[in-house]
């Protein structure tokens, strides 16, 4: 699995071809698209182990145009035309809509006043070639929000946002869009910690959060949300709320940020 090949090419648009050249025999074609800051040092990379050390970092991401990767198995490389799909590590969640029915409850009359929204146990950085593991190997507020990791994020608005505000019981249909890594994880696990999204703000000046576990996370993949409020939330954000505290919604659709581009290699 040494390096047979490789090229960087610049200012593809639209459909474009890309010619290689290569020995003969089975070959591993790999493409890494959206390089931050230049291109990648390819002179680390000599064997097939070493692009599977090749990281994304959330630092580097921006949804309007994700960092993309593919690979394709060649039996017995020839002249032909190749077919590579590129795709994004990152998923989408959407907030499409929330409301407050406190109703049968003491604060039945209350607002919830959202102050704001983040993920906590996001994936911050992956290896999209590892065979090694299919989740982050590196995470972002995690069990709690970090305000100052997230202000160093050059997107930090990926990770946090203002809230809604006063939430009653006339839905809000307000679409915000968060970002991070996909996470398979459908349950804490030591290391793996589920991802969630989070509502924080005060019912009547008590401080209080719904935390919303996220289902397993696939790449390219967007979570969308319509959220019912029903009762207090809880006093942690890591601590999820009783059964039934939030009636959840989701639709999981297909996330695609900008028009596919066609590329011939």
């Known amino acids: 699995m040494e390096l047979d090949s490789y090229q960087q090419v610049t200012g593809l648009v639209g459909r474009s071809g890309i010619y290689a050249l290569s020995g003969s025999g089975d070959r591993q074609m790999a493409a890494v698209s959206g390089t931050p800051g230049g291109p990648l040092a390819w002179t680390d990379i000599q064997t097939y182990g070493s692009l599977e050390k090749v990281r994304f970092s959330l630092e580097e991401e921006d949804p309007l145009r994700p960092r993309l990767y593919g690979e394709n198995y060649l039996e017995d490389a020839r002249s032909r035309i190749v077919f590579l799909r590129l795709q994004s590590m990152l998923c989408s969640i959407r907030i499409r809509s929330v409301c407050a029915d406190f109703s049968g409850h003491p604060y039945a ?10 993920l906590i146990n996001a ?4 290896l999209p070639f590892s065979k090694d593991t299919d989740g982050p190997v590196s995470w972002i507020n995690q069990g709690r929000l970090d305000s100052a990791a ?4 050059p997107r930090p608005e990926m ?9 009653g019981a006339d839905r809000i249909h307000l679409e915000k869009d968060f970002y991070c890594y996909a996470n398979p994880a459908e349950e804490d696990q030591l290391g793996s910690p589920v991802t969630r999204l989070v509502l924080e703000g005060d019912i009547n000046g008590i401080t209080c959060y ?14 969308q949300l319509d959220l019912t409020l029903t009762r207090m939330g809880s006093p942690d954000p890591d601590i999820p709320v009783e059964s039934g505290t939030v009636l959840v919604q989701t639709d999981i659709l297909p996330w695609i940020s900008h028009s596919p581009e066609t590329l011939l290699f």
């Open 109 to 118: 009359d209350a607002s919830f006043n959202n102050d704001k929204l983040y």
């Open 159 to 167: 990770l946090l946002q203002e809230g809604y505000g006063a939430v």
């Open 123 to 126: 994936g911050a950085e992956c």
């Open 150 to 153: 997230v202000a160093r994020l």
């Open 210 to 223: 719904y935390p919303i576990s996220l289902p397993a996370m696939e790449p390219g993949v967007r979570y």
